[in-house]
């Protein structure tokens, strides 16, 4: 090729280099022609892609064109320590078959060592092989699971994972995939799906999942992004109609949920030691600044651990980020499911709960561990348990959860470290045993008086410095867990962030309130109440002072907890009886007044708690957790003027420092009620 062409010497003119320029040998592409095979590129690659599956289920060392072969995983992490891209260009990861099943079904194949990251709720059963999903493990012939993948939260990912085979031929294998998705799939729908098939394969079927509580979140305006996005795509195929009838789509596979060596680490050694019969039951509590995924972690854990085990303990002490009940609680879980979805999707009865009222214990400590206290001597100490605490770490918050270490006496503690979160520093047992907590004084100030738990839990008492309090130093394991979650969240919109999911929170638990799916929806407006007499229960306001005069329009429209004291309330003739203080008390469920009858003296009380559960509520706890603006503004079959909302309003009044307006007293019906129980179904 060089000796085909002789250049002229240097310096001709424009005309001369012209002639040379088309004297060039025909074996050279002009700029058009290059273009043109560049297009063929482009188009090869795609048809690439789409042979990519097959190829390598054949078993041929597929890569794309002009570049090397990728490394496995093992072989890069060995080549590349830092975990940084090799130069190379990387080759192109095959992409999960998908057919459709029929109206809202799908079959997915995935290959072992495959995922698929996707939006949406489905429901998921693994017909052939095993998958893993957000920890939990889902074999062959185990009961379907519900799996929700919001925006709110990372995306979820179905991995497939390895099983064992007992020696069986890939033609048994394939055999037996086969017959299984007879009565799945059409002829030729299998056959094209057989194709990719390769061994250690897993087939997953995925089912379009209704849920009365999900309806009734995306049922009011601006919230059905939580579950769906409409954004456009280019990728209109058989597999986008297979999956939007099945209400899910395929999402980035960076978008899904990522955790650091490190955390793999931490909860291998934690599933190891719960399995342990000489030591099988590790109380293990997890602390971390902020938005660093404490929540993210305890979930992935509580799924590990009941793959081993069958069933977990989980102690919730952080008051706005609940995960099992609305906020505002210290709850004690026993949880036997596995934890597939945020906090919204699964709202559960807790075996113990203690309504605080507030969102955060800031200027009531006391009482926050007070309550904690109460509720830790439920724990019975037969399954592993899971502390969550608060992302307040700093100044009075690192005080705080030194007394929560010293109070609980936890094996483990994992503590989450970030680059970018605020500087927390290592608690060891030698810098907890040297730290004064907030009522609790290190080591070296209690002289050597040590006390078991049980008798430390019921003797630390709060008083002025002078007295020293009695406390157990016990030696635990320090877990460190680097974090590299990345949090959308920010100083500025940290607060709002937060205060949707305690609403979405709300939302789920009164998403109880509905029928079953296929019934339709019912408005709040539109349920029946219980009627409450004035004399059967107590009143309390527990995050503001409020006039007598004036607690009935604090407790009209509001969030109640429903609580069961020791006191009995039925002396009284007449109502509402008002408590002086707060008390520490089992708080049975949640309910909204939604309405006064001054004549009658009734309380109407909306509430999802069973009637038998009712019968032991004497109590109504008011707080700082406030309805949802949506569920009183944007209700489906509202008309005229909107109960309980208006623009006239005297924010002087006392114990008007509801933030979201004021409330009229809602009109009530006036029908006979039965004096005797103290709840019961308004009669239509």
Known sequence: MADALVLPEPGPPRATWLRARKARPPLLLSRRPRRRLGRLRWRGRR?????????????????????????RKSEAASADPAGDPAPSCPAVLPIPPVRAA??????????????????????????????????????????AQNVFSTYTHCRLTINAVHYSVHEK???EMKREARTLLRSHLNQDDRYCLMQSFSPLCSIVLLERLKTSTVNFIISHPGLSYVFVQEIPTFQINSEYFALRSVGIRREKKKNGLRLTESAFSVMEELVSVSCEEADGCPVILVCGSQDIGKSTFNRYLINQLLNSVSCVDYLECDLGQTEFTPPGCISLLNITEPVLGPPFTHQRTPQ?????????????????????????????????LIVNTMGWVADQGLLLLIDLIRLLSPSHVVQFNSDRGIYMPDLTPDYVDDMDGLYTKSKSKVRNRGFHLTEFAESLEFADEEKESPVLFTGYKLMSVKSEFVSGKTPRNR?????????????????????????????LHGLTPYQV??????LRITHADVAPTHILYAVNASWVGLCKILDDVRGYSHGPILLAQTPICDCLGFGICRGIDMEKRLY????PVPPEELRNVNCLLVGAISIPQCVLKTQRGLEGTIPYVTTDYNFKLPGASEKIGAREIEETHKEKIHPKPRFHRKTS
């Open 169 to 171: 031929s890939k033609k």
């Open 47 to 71: 048809r690439l892609r789409r042979r990519l599956p097959q190829a390598r289920a054949a078993g041929a060392a597929w890569r794309e064109a002009g570049c090397p072969a990728a490394p």
């Open 604 to 607: 109407h009380i909306l509430t």
């Open 533 to 538: 007499p004035f004399n059967a229960v107590a």
């Open 352 to 384: 113990k709960m203690v309504y605080y009222g507030k969102p955060s214990c800031k200027n009531n400590f006391e009482n926050y561990i007070e309550i904690i206290k109460y509720v830790f001597s439920s724990y019975k100490r037969e399954s592993p």
């Open 102 to 143: 029929g109206s809202g079904r799908a079959v997915l194949l995935l290959p072992l060592g495959q995922g698929f990251t996707f939006s949406g709720m489905c429901r998921v059963t693994c017909l052939y092989g095993q998958v893993q999903v957000f920890g939990f493990t889902i074999s062959q012939g185990q009961p």
């Open 495 to 523: 607060e709002s962030h937060n205060k949707v999911l305690r609403e979405l929170a709300v939302l789920g638990y009164l998403g109880q309130l509905q029928p079953p799916v296929p019934k339709p929806l019912c408005p």
